[in-house]
């Protein structure tokens, strides 16, 4: 995660001090990047930031609300990645799946992926930022090696390769916004329908 640039964007209700706003967004970049989400605390912001912790809660009520906008506004990034390139499409997009459950598990993160996951389903600019520097870029990783394998082994897809990238993108996001965990049932059963082990050329 690194911080990015600063962008305004306009709110609703009580007018918020356009320095304190960009503080605590910073703050929370910055501690993002350094001690991840688990760590974040309102107090910790508040106090890099030089506000009061309840001028935080009364205008973004959480940790997580705080985040969402530092992200949509790219003060920070925050990548899921796509899968390391080892030459072996299934072996490395289960090992990709299996990565992102282990970060997802903890309550803390869950509670993250569902306010942004609340800001992609909205109308409005963050839905819009929020799926340019989440969805946009797992997408075209995702396209990307699929069009390397297809190219790589003809015949070995299952599908055109933009179609197995939205298949898993689309799973992924669905399993995300409604909670469901990404068991490794889910995750082989996932597998076995965009790079079926059996195919021609698969490694």
């Not at 503080?23 to 974040?40: S, Y």
Request: with cysteine; proline share 6%.
């Amino acid at each position: 995660m690194s911080v990015g640039a600063e962008k305004p964007v306009e709110h609703r209700g009580r007018p918020r001090s356009e320095k304190s706003r960009v503080a605590v967004l910073k703050a929370a970049a910055d501690l993002m990047v350094g001690c991840g989400f688990h760590e974040l605390t309102i107090e910790g912001i508040a106090a890099a930031a030089g506000v009061g912790k309840q001028t935080i809660y009364r205008w973004w009520g959480s940790k997580a609300g705080v985040v969402v906008e530092a992200l949509a506004e790219g003060f920070l990034e925050m990548p899921l990645g796509v899968p390391e390139d080892t030459g072996d499409l299934r072996g490395d997009l289960g090992a990709w799946l299996a990565a992102l459950k282990s970060e997802i598990e903890a309550p803390e993160v869950s509670r993250l992926i569902q306010t942004i996951m609340s800001a992609l389903t909205s109308a409005g600019e963050t839905s819009a930022a929020m799926h340019s520097a989440l969805v946009q870029p797992i997408m075209a990783g995702l396209d990307a090696r699929f069009q390397e394998h297809g190219r790589n082994h003809p015949g070995g897809l299952a599908a055109p390769p933009q179609f197995l990238a939205e298949t898993v993108g689309a799973s992924l996001l669905l399993r995300l916004m409604f909670s469901r965990p990404l068991t490794t049932e889910w995750i082989d059963q996932l597998l076995d329908l965009v790079v079926p082990s059996g195919r021609p050329d698969s490694p």
